[in-house]
């Protein structure tokens, strides 16, 4: 049996360790972590609820103008201050606590495939469950994540106030990037206005398969995803200043060092 330990508890954790087979965790650079949450809390607009915040403070009066700096400044700032931050962005030394839970394995996000198949690969499981978790990695990974947040998104749109003043073609558009930062849409596929400027809120399944299909006919590779994702990550940090990477680093430091995470943005 396997466990996976986040932030959910302290003393369950040890007591995990006693009835099951196996406990690991999954680390990430927290460079790419800080800017998938800024993809997932800021740029999306259906989750501007936390950008709207950074936006007051700064004077702004929209939160679709809060810049991937602002977020990191804002972010690295309350870590360093000890204030609460949301999970997304807390740093895994204080989540997961590696110093306290006996993990038997630590698997990384860049990885996250291979490690996966190596802790199945350690335990009894059937040939078709096998099957199903590999298929799901490699064949299905994108479309899973496209028909999940997607609907997610679209469902959080029905109220207009969760569109944060965007409109709803903007928020169509914005969710399209999304898929392209995440490697699941190819980067040179443009934004198909004509196909989404009639569909409205309730268009749930209609916008899905336009997301789906662009991203079948992609067909891109395993390497090609990658490389798309290591653009887009180096794109937006080639643009944030030094003083802000001090601040990375500071508040994320005994992640780069328990985890093996070069210091230095990509």
Known sequence: MIHYLGNQSRV????????????????RNPYSRLYAAYIDTV?????????????????????????FEEFLQDATTNLLSDRPVDFHWQPLFHMCEPFIVPYDIIANQETFSQDIEYIISNLNVTEEFWSSVT?????????????????????????????????????????WESYQIKGYIRSSFRFPVNKFKMLNHSSLNEALNIYLHLSTIGNMTYMERKGQRSYYLYDAYKRVSRQTVIQIQGAYYLDFILFDYDMEPP
């Open 43 to 67: 740029f999306l607009p259906a989750m501007q609820s936390y950008s709207q915040k950074i936006a007051k403070k700064n004077n702004k009066t929209k939160g679709k103008e809060v810049s």
């Open 135 to 175: 298929e799901s990695l490699y064949q299905h990974r994108a479309s899973n994540s496209i028909k999940e947040i997607t609907k997610e998104m679209f469902a959080l749109a029905v109220d207009p106030k969760g569109l944060f003043g965007h409109t709803f073609l903007e928020f169509c558009e914005r969710l």
């Open 12 to 27: 369950g954790s040890m007591e995990a360790k006693v009835n099951a087979g196996h406990i690991f965790l999954v680390s």
